[in-house]
């Protein structure tokens, strides 16, 4: 006897099973907007139908540069079903990062909403030419451009979707920076199905899941949020930013069981004076990342807000990390153990596992691992280490040390990445447009403490003239940069420390300016 081959569902799967499955049930909440799952499937079917009627074809990379609101959920979903590859870009980058982001991608369409249409616009004559005249605007559409909804009411009722593959990919989230040629992060079908199943369970989703989506649709922490509600048939409820009153008061409007926040928003709104005022009760489960939670703030969390509290540790890449609420309380300095299914190790200097309780770079194996940036394969080898059995384990840049329980600890990053309000700036990126200054000898960019964003620039710099000041130089260069790139101070000073090969020792420079604060 031959039983059936087990069914592989894919995300486009899941959003049809859902519609089937709960067809009543509320699937997205954004504003005024309130779609159930069976209306929400017909509009991603639609979406998708609108975009394959603009040309975009399985496989074509469609670039997203929208405020979250429902419009952004359809392209990003639409794009998907459709078969072909969301890139979902953060909406601070500045139009040098667009040009590189749009063209590494090689996209083929651009829909942007009314905040950035204006932005794409001033760089496209800079566009790849694979763009074409497919440039879609959710309002304020100028010559050139197609409206968002003059294109999607125009599609077609009976389109039929292409099936998509586990090894097929889903979308590509680019890692960060605004000058010079940032990382794509590629993940397949396969892998965000990983992601969804493994994340869900770590996090404590249900089919009662009622999800508050607080940052950025862009960001791969909200992708959590959404591929682990999506799996189990939960609502998304989606606010156009973030600001500490609303989201209070949206957990209790809405009866929302589940959020995914990074450790500023949790700060800023317990610092609220009326933060005890508000219903919190519906909380089941939320989680924190994105960048380092100290151990008073994780404490204060666990005593103030009801339900489980989850911290998670990792990289887009697909390293991840997770602390139970059962075990915070007891080792709050702790990130926690491997998510089930995945695997750690530290590596000394010599890239050979030590022993625990010493510290060295974390590498991580499992199936949430994305399969590689984009278009960069010397990247790709150094993200890369082969364990004695040939298994490819993710190099992760960061430093840390696991106890004989099997907890990590966060030492320190070998990369010199800043991670200020839960998102990834990299010193690199702001050193080039510093060193471009004309009076600009050289320059270090380090985090440095803040108060509000946990950390934030400092640009420590040789001058080459007498009269260059430290607060024209960060106007100048915030001008210049993105809106999470900016510094918030320059320090000058006669030369920086660099060992023999030249290199910058910024470990130096950190202890140096290690009571600065912001």
């Given at each position: 006897?031959?039983?059936?081959?087990?069914?592989?569902?894919?995300?486009?799967?899941?959003?049809?099973?859902?519609?089937?499955?709960?067809?009543?049930?509320?699937?997205?909440?954004?504003?005024?907007?309130?779609?159930?799952?069976?209306?929400?499937?017909?509009?991603?079917?639609?979406?998708?139908?609108?975009?394959?009627?603009?040309?975009?074809?399985?496989?074509?990379?469609?670039?997203?540069?929208?405020?979250?609101?429902?419009?952004?959920?359809?392209?990003?979903?639409?794009?998907?079903?459709?078969?072909?590859?969301?890139?979902?870009?953060?909406?601070?980058?500045?139009?040098?990062?667009?040009?590189?982001?749009?063209?590494?991608?090689?996209?083929?369409?651009?829909?942007?909403?009314?905040?950035?249409?204006?932005?794409?616009?001033?760089?496209?004559?800079?566009?790849?030419?694979?763009?074409?005249?497919?440039?879609?605007?959710?309002?304020?559409?100028?010559?050139?451009?197609?409206?968002f909804g003059t294109v999607f009411d125009a599609a077609t009722q009976d389109y039929r979707r292409p099936s998509v593959g586990p090894d097929d990919s889903c979308n590509i989230i680019y890692s960060s920076g605004t000058t010079g040629l940032p990382k794509g992060i590629v993940h397949s079908h396969s892998c965000r199905m990983a992601w969804a199943y493994d994340m869900s369970l770590a996090l404590r989703y249900h089919s009662g899941a009622r999800t508050l989506i607080t940052l950025g649709l862009f960001s791969n922490i909200t992708w959590v949020a959404l591929l682990g509600t999506i799996l189990c048939c939960g609502t998304i409820i989606v606010m156009n930013r973030f600001e500490v009153s609303s989201c209070l008061t949206a957990f209790g409007n809405y009866r929302a069981t589940h959020a995914t926040m990074v450790p500023v928003q949790?700060?800023?709104?317990?610092?609220?004076?009326?933060?005890?005022?508000?219903?919190?009760?519906?909380?089941?489960?939320?989680?924190?990342?994105?960048?380092?939670?100290?151990?008073?703030?994780?404490?204060?969390?666990?005593?103030?807000?009801?339900?489980?509290?989850?911290?998670?540790?990792?990289?887009?890449?697909?390293?991840?990390?997770?602390?139970?609420?059962?075990?915070?309380?007891?080792?709050?300095?702790?990130?926690?153990?491997?998510?089930?299914?995945?695997?750690?190790?530290?590596?000394?200097?010599?890239?050979?596992?030590?022993?625990?309780?010493?510290?060295?770079?974390?590498?991580?194996?499992?199936?949430?691992?994305?399969?590689?940036?984009?278009?960069?394969?010397?990247?790709?080898?150094?993200?890369?280490?082969?364990?004695?059995?040939?298994?490819?384990?993710?190099?992760?840049?960061?430093?840390?040390?696991?106890?004989?329980?099997?907890?990590?600890?966060?030492?320190?990053?070998?990369?010199?990445?800043?991670?200020?309000?839960?998102?990834?700036?990299?010193?690199?990126?702001?050193?080039?447009?510093?060193?471009?200054?004309?009076?600009?000898?050289?320059?270090?960019?380090?985090?440095?403490?803040?108060?509000?964003?946990?950390?934030?620039?400092?640009?420590?710099?040789?001058?080459?003239?007498?009269?260059?000041?430290?607060?024209?130089?960060?106007?100048?260069?915030?001008?210049?940069?993105?809106?999470?790139?900016?510094?918030?101070?320059?320090?000058?000073?006669?030369?920086?420390?660099?060992?023999?090969?030249?290199?910058?020792?910024?470990?130096?420079?950190?202890?140096?300016?290690?009571?600065?604060?912001?």
């Amino acid at each position: 006897m031959t039983w059936f081959k087990a069914a592989n569902p894919q995300l486009p799967d899941l959003i049809e099973l859902n519609a089937d499955a709960r067809p009543k049930h509320t699937a997205v909440i954004c504003g005024d907007v309130r779609r159930t799952w069976s209306e929400f499937s017909a509009d991603v079917a639609q979406m998708a139908a609108a975009f394959d009627a603009l040309g975009v074809s399985k496989g074509d990379r469609v670039v997203v540069l929208m405020r979250n609101g429902y419009e952004m959920l359809l392209a990003m979903l639409g794009t998907i079903y459709a078969g072909a590859v969301a890139v979902p870009l953060n909406v601070s980058v500045s139009e040098k990062g667009m040009i590189s982001m749009i063209g590494d991608s090689d996209a083929r369409a651009v829909i942007a909403s009314h905040e950035h249409v204006g932005r794409i616009e001033s760089i496209r004559d800079q566009l790849p030419a694979s763009v074409g005249d497919r440039l879609v605007a959710y309002a304020d559409a100028r010559p050139g451009w197609r409206e968002f909804g003059t294109v999607f009411d125009a599609a077609t009722q009976d389109y039929r979707r292409p099936s998509v593959g586990p090894d097929d990919s889903c979308n590509i989230i680019y890692s960060s920076g605004t000058t010079g040629l940032p990382k794509g992060i590629v993940h397949s079908h396969s892998c965000r199905m990983a992601w969804a199943y493994d994340m869900s369970l770590a996090l404590r989703y249900h089919s009662g899941a009622r999800t508050l989506i607080t940052l950025g649709l862009f960001s791969n922490i909200t992708w959590v949020a959404l591929l682990g509600t999506i799996l189990c048939c939960g609502t998304i409820i989606v606010m156009n930013r973030f600001e500490v009153s609303s989201c209070l008061t949206a957990f209790g409007n809405y009866r929302a069981t589940h959020a995914t926040m990074v450790p500023v928003q949790f700060q800023r709104m317990l610092e609220f004076k009326e933060f005890d005022e508000y219903d919190l009760s519906s909380i089941h489960a939320i989680m924190c990342c994105g960048s380092p939670l100290r151990p008073d703030l994780k404490l204060e969390i666990l005593d103030r807000f009801p339900g489980d509290f989850i911290e998670l540790y990792g990289l887009t890449e697909g390293l991840v990390t997770i602390q139970d609420p059962e075990d915070a309380r007891a080792n709050p300095s702790s990130v926690g153990r491997p998510c089930p299914g995945q695997a750690i190790k530290i590596l000394g200097g010599d890239d050979r596992p030590v022993a625990s309780g010493e510290s060295g770079e974390i590498v991580g194996y499992g199936r949430v691992v994305m399969t590689g940036y984009l278009n960069r394969d010397e990247a790709n080898e150094e993200a890369m280490w082969l364990d004695d059995d040939g298994k490819q384990w993710l190099r992760s840049g960061d430093i840390g040390r696991v106890d004989e329980s099997g907890n990590l600890y966060i030492v320190d990053r070998k990369k010199d990445m800043i991670i200020s309000g839960g998102q990834n700036i990299y010193p690199a990126d702001i050193e080039t447009v510093l060193a471009s200054h004309a009076d600009v000898a050289d320059v270090a960019v380090i985090g440095v403490s803040s108060h509000k964003w946990g950390e934030t620039p400092l640009a420590v710099v040789v001058s080459s003239a007498a009269e260059l000041d430290e607060a024209s130089l960060m106007s100048w260069t915030n001008e210049r940069v993105g809106k999470q790139q900016r510094i918030a101070g320059v320090r000058f000073v006669d030369e920086l420390p660099r060992n023999p090969n030249g290199k910058v020792l910024k470990r130096e420079l950190r202890d140096v300016f290690a009571d600065e604060a912001y």
